[in-house]
């Protein structure tokens, strides 16, 4: 295995790539691999652990390289800042999140040769706010000021896995995560919409795996509700799983990132990866 730190930033050693590169063995399979990118969650003002590495290990597993990505966050909510650290990137005006990300995809299409990657087999997976950063890769892979500010357009993923996501501001929202992402303690009508993706989904929108749990009290299962019927209206395939038990950030639901396992809701992991393999026709001619 190859593994490797990324900064993305010549200002701040907090905003890099993990990346882990499966080896490519002789006796291996001659194709190429599948690239999961991790999105961590904590309401854009925290990164959480358990949604990081051990997510990647797991796609691993199944034969994926992947990577995390530490993307900026600023906690306006808890007033715990970074001096001269901002959310917004002056010369676009973009949440640099999203430019984060941006740049991560077209980086991992970019080195899909030396990276023994698929180049249209690149999956976003993302948790809590960090499953808004996953779905905003897919549905705002093309913003105005986007393409121009990381100089490329090759930045649409192929898959987006949103797990109990933060997706509207307006409509059962997670208000803290947008506080800290559009960097306002009262963000305006029009600023919350921009960035409610149920409300910016279109028929360019990479296909997705949704999941949630109708027991999250910190992130309404509305919000995947209203992704979902925002896909189904503009005919992007999906799927989507609702299970009744456990409340916000469960991550795979073991016992090494969780308090109690909780088999139950851990199948939802081995889902996903039955819908990639489906979706992309992995490893096979």
């Known amino acids: 295995m190859k593994t490797e730190r990324i900064y993305l930033h010549d200002f701040t050693d907090k905003v890099y790539l993990d990346l882990f590169i499966c080896d490519d063995a002789p006796g291996y399979s001659h194709h190429k691999r ?7 969650g904590g309401g854009y003002g925290a990164l959480s652990a358990r949604e990081a590495e051990p997510i990647a290990r797991r796609y691993m ?3 994926f390289n992947t990577a995390v990505l530490y993307y900026t966050v ?3 909510v808890a007033k715990i800042g970074v001096e001269g650290y901002s959310m917004t ?16 995809i077209s980086m991992i299409r970019n080195h899909a040769e030396e990276w023994n990657t698929n180049p249209e087999q690149i999956a976003v997976i993302g948790f809590s706010a960090g499953a808004h950063l996953a779905t905003m890769s897919g549905v705002l892979w093309n913003k105005n000021g986007l393409h121009e500010r990381i100089g490329t357009d ?14 509207s501001g307006i409509d059962r929202p997670h208000k803290g995560s947008f506080i800290n992402l559009l960097d306002e303690d009262e963000p305006s009508e029009e600023r919350l919409y921009e960035y409610s993706l149920e409300k910016q989904v279109s028929d360019t929108t990479p296909p997705a795996f949704i999941f949630h749990t109708v027991a999250d009290a910190a992130v309404p299962c509305e919000n995947s509700l209203m992704l979902a019927r925002a896909m189904k209206e503009n005919n992007v395939p999906f799927e ?24 139950y809701n851990a199948r939802w992991i081995e889902w996903s990866i039955k819908w990639l393999k489906t979706v992309f026709q992995i490893f096979k001619d």
Do not use: Q
């Open 34 to 40: 599948p690239f999961m990118l991790v999105c961590p």
């Open 61 to 63: 597993g199944h034969g």
């Open 74 to 76: 600023n906690n306006r």
């Open 89 to 104: 990137d002056e010369k676009s005006g973009l949440p640099m999140p999203l430019i984060e990300v941006a740049t991560a």
């Open 154 to 167: 090759n930045n649409r993923p192929n898959a987006i896995l949103p797990i109990y996501p933060v997706i």
């Open 240 to 263: 989507l799983h609702l299970l009744p038990e456990l409340n916000h950030g469960m991550s795979l639901g073991e016992g090494e990132v969780w308090p109690e396992a909780h088999p």
